[in-house]
């Protein structure tokens, strides 16, 4: 039974006894820290998380995908950020979208066809001359210009500097 400001009143089998419930603030890495502050994926997503007071598998839940994902994403070993989930991650922490993608995956999520294709022109490469570039061969080329392949993110690393991003 509420008294009021934390304090309860627990009985059982005619007897009671007062219970003060006490609040602690949750300090866990990067919580202590503004939002701002933050410069990696993974601490604004434990951040987010955190300020929310939700578990990794209360969110993956929400977000719909695996608890397995979430973590590697919080942890950083997550490869890419996949859309649909970061779409989901930035409205349940009402952030911007380019707050929870790293480099890579901002390519990817900005839609990396059109860029290949004008970077290729712009250098006036042939596809086999732009493949060569990123270490790959044509048919990769003409597939990332087709959308039919995702650029790997070795890939990508090599041909960064002459994308437009």
Not at 90 to 95: D, F, S, T
Not at 104 to 122: C, E, H, N, T
């Amino acid at each position: 039974m509420p008294l009021g400001d934390g304090l309860y009143l627990m009985g059982r089998s005619g007897r009671c006894a007062p219970l003060y419930v006490h609040t602690f603030q949750v300090f866990a890495m990067g919580i202590g820290k503004r939002y701002e502050d933050l410069h990696t994926v993974p601490e604004r997503l434990r951040w987010c998380r955190l300020r929310l007071g939700l578990m990794q598998k209360e969110v993956a839940q929400r977000v719909g995908i695996s608890q397995t994902l979430y973590e590697e994403m919080e942890r950083g070993d997550c490869q890419e950020y996949p859309a649909y989930a970061v779409d989901k991650l930035a409205e349940l922490y009402q952030v911007p979208v380019e707050d929870l993608l790293d480099e890579y995956s901002r390519f990817l999520y900005g839609g990396p066809v059109d860029r290949i294709r004008y970077a290729r022109k712009r250098l006036g490469l042939s596809r086999k001359a732009f493949a060569e570039l990123a270490g790959v061969g044509e048919k990769s080329v003409r597939d990332w210009e087709m959308g039919r392949k995702k650029t790997r993110k070795k890939s990508w690393e090599r041909l960064k500097a002459v994308l437009i991003l």
